[in-house]
């Protein structure tokens, strides 16, 4: 584990402590730590389990050159030593629904949910499946934030991007949605501190 992650921070800490960075350390995350990370963000859950996000992991320095190009010439994008580049792939995700289910599940089961989720996404076009699709893809982005400071590492998800040179850089399907860019890495900045509504301002109890 590196110097900045000397345990790793509980849920509460990492929510705290979290800030939005866009200057990083050239420190790469080691294979081993992205791979732990991102295995967990995976236990993100999802409507019907359908999982349809995607992650590019982006660390070629061209090809982040690349992105930061999409990205509007933010700077963050090609100075951190990762971008996670998170995206939404329904059809990808329906042509192989089947792996989506739990495998308790007796074959006839899987084959009754498969023909009956395939059935009401079919009226359905590319683009409200991939809108769908980003939404899901959105608590998979909230996972990955805390996780990655929890183990030390800082992000700053993007938001304002070109979502066809994103995908032209990342030869992806046209039909794919971009949710977000996610660079990360070992903050070189302290970040600005939180300020957020209050409780009160958007929190209503019926």
């Known amino acids: 584990m590196n110097a900045v992650a000397k345990r790793i921070l509980n849920v509460k800490e990492a929510a705290e402590s979290r800030r939005s960075i866009r200057k990083y350390k050239p420190d790469p995350i080691p294979r081993e730590q992205l791979e732990e990370i991102l295995s967990l963000a995976l236990k993100a859950p999802s409507a019907n389990n359908l999982q349809p996000w995607r992650i590019a992991v982006v660390q070629d320095p061209t090809l982040k050159e690349r992105l930061r190009e999409a990205a509007n010439n933010q700077a963050q994008v090609s100075a951190a030593p990762t971008v996670l580049v998170i995206y939404s792939d329904m059809k990808d995700t329906l042509d ?109 109890w019926r």
């Open 96 to 204: 192989h629904v089947e792996e989506t289910f739990h495998p308790g599940f007796p074959p006839e089961e899987v084959a009754t949910r498969a023909e009956r989720i395939r059935n009401m996404w079919a009226p359905r076009s590319d683009q409200e499946r991939e809108t769908w699709g980003v939404g899901q893809a959105y608590i998979l982005l909230g996972y990955l934030t805390l996780l990655l400071k929890a183990y030390g590492y800082d992000s700053n998800p993007i938001g304002g991007f070109n979502p066809a040179k994103v995908k032209e850089a990342l030869d992806l399907p046209a039909h794919v949605a971009i949710a977000a860019l996610l660079p990360a890495g070992i903050a070189a900045e302290e970040g600005y501190y939180h300020h957020r509504h209050p409780l009160n301002r958007v929190v209503q």
